[in-house]
């Protein structure tokens, strides 16, 4: 039963990382997805280095919560740090997607929210997509992708991570997540589309926006 869930796990991951691939996200190997089952205490993450067109779900990295492999035979994605502290802080999270995905990282490069200017992007982030403050230089030599995964959990812990399912790592690229793997990859496929949009919208109108407050929030 435990193999028959962790398998089906892999290939939940697997499916997740291509679906950022056929999305035009990721260039090379520069991006990762994630899940959990919290049944087992296992996250699943794409390997680090293994191009995707050779990905197979026996490649699918298996760790504890701690982020220590338990099994496959490769290194887990060096943003695992990141994806452990994310799933230890907020259980209602099922997948994790990390991506270099050219707008939302030109935002997160210039470590500027992305504006709520429309509807589109109020229905799934409910308001402005945040960013980390700045790493210090001692969290960025000591185990910088924890810290980035400790400074993410910040922000989301003032906003909520169902409101917001993505955050912009400044100077870096967005990380976001949902229920489950799918879920993730679907919120950074839309963080991508909103991303272009805003960048557009701003070009046409530089002071546009935002959207009014009313149509920003949750619905009760
Ligand atoms: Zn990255």
Same mark, same amino acid.
């Given at each position: 039963m435990t193999t028959m869930r962790l398998q089906k796990l892999r290939e939940e991951v697997l499916e997740a990382n291509l679906e950022l691939v056929r999305r035009g996200l990721v260039l090379y190997t520069f991006g990762n997805a994630s899940g959990i089952s919290r049944e087992n205490g296992r996250i699943a993450?794409? +390997?680090?280095? !293994?191009p995707y067109e050779n990905l197979k779900p026996e490649?699918? !990295?298996l760790t504890d919560l701690e982020? #220590?492999?338990? /099994?496959?035979?490769l290194r887990p994605s060096s943003d695992l740090p990141t994806h452990v502290e994310l799933? #230890?802080?907020f259980p209602g999270i099922g997948g994790i997607s990390h991506t270099h995905? /050219? *707008?939302?990282? %030109?935002?997160?490069?210039?470590?500027?929210?992305? +504006?709520c200017l429309g509807t589109t992007h109020?229905?799934? *982030?409910?308001?402005?997509? +945040? !960013?980390?403050?700045a790493?210090? /230089?001692? /969290?960025? %030599?000591d185990d910088y992708e924890r810290n980035t995964g400790l400074a993410i959990c910040r922000v989301v812990e003032r906003l909520g991570p169902e409101e917001v399912p993505a955050v912009l790592v400044a100077g870096h690229a967005p990380f976001c997540w949902g229920?489950?793997? %799918?879920?993730?990859?679907h919120h950074a496929v839309i963080l991508e589309f909103v991303a272009r949009m805003a960048y557009h919208t701003l070009l046409i109108k530089a002071d546009a926006g935002p959207l009014a407050a009313e149509l920003q929030t949750l619905p009760p």
């Open positions: 993450i794409k +390997p680090s280095g !293994v490649h699918i !990295v982020g #220590r492999v338990v /099994e496959g035979d799933y #230890r802080h995905s /050219e *707008f939302a990282t %030109a935002w997160a490069q210039a470590a500027l929210p992305i +504006p109020a229905d799934y *982030f409910h308001g402005p997509v +945040p !960013v980390t403050p790493l210090t /230089e001692t /969290e960025i %030599a229920p489950s793997s %799918a879920e993730a990859a």
